[in-house]
């Protein structure tokens, strides 16, 4: 099978977009929807993986190109794996993720009054890479650790200062990007993708 030589990523969100390229081969020719004016698809899938696969084959469809798309998102124990795929929703029209850590700590003291010890969660990344003929190819990656009693940290997106990896004392909104990038959810779904551009 041919090395891939160009790749369109399949979403509109800018930390997203920056993480996905600095995880891909630098020579490889990377295109952004934003470059198409192309916008996001309904995410109508009941999954991580159904949404993923609903924006590869949208971005590629419009393009025809090899499209690369991740649906990701966090799930806390406690909220009972909420906000799962309605992680970026949660943020509203205008992917507001400071209204939407209001709102995760606002729901964990409605369960819990004090649940420091009861802040399990995870990240969740789904990618699937699919070609204009429709052959695709899907992945997933899962980091586990625990929601910040606070937000920590100015690196990163979303709800990054707020969660803290297993094995470190550091949110991934303090840690170094390289850091982050190196055990994060959507470092271990590309790993086994990698095969595909290298």
């Known amino acids: 099978m041919s090395k ?45 993986e159904e949404n993923s696969f609903i924006k590869a084959s949208y971005f590629s469809k419009k393009t025809s190109l090899i499209c690369l798309s991740d649906d990701s998102g966090l799930e806390i124990d406690l909220l009972k794996s909420e906000p799962g795929i309605y992680s970026s929703r949660w943020s509203g029209e205008k992917n507001n993720f ?32 699919l070609w204009p003929d429709g052959k695709n190819y899907s992945s997933k990656g899962v980091i586990r650790g625990k929601i910040s009693i606070a937000k920590k940290g100015k690196n990163g997106f979303g709800y990054d200062p707020i969660f803290i990896p297993d094995g470190y004392s550091q949110t991934f909104g303090e840690m170094e990007s390289k850091l982050k990038m190196s055990i994060d959810h959507r470092f271990k779904a590309f790993l086994k993708i990698k095969k595909f551009f290298i």
């Not at 600095?22 to 198409?36: Q, V």
């Not at 700590?105 to 990344?125: G, L, P, Y």
């Open 98 to 129: 400071d209204l939407a850590i209001k709102k995760i700590f606002e729901k964990m003291s409605n369960i819990k009054k004090d649940w420091t010890n009861d802040n399990t969660a995870r990240f969740i990344c789904c990618m699937t890479l």
């Open 4 to 48: 891939i030589k160009e790749i369109l990523i399949g979403t509109n969100n800018k930390g997203k977009y920056r993480e996905i390229c600095n995880l891909l081969p630098n020579e490889l020719k990377k295109y952004s929807p934003k470059e198409f004016n192309i916008p996001t698809p309904k995410e109508t899938g009941k999954s991580f």
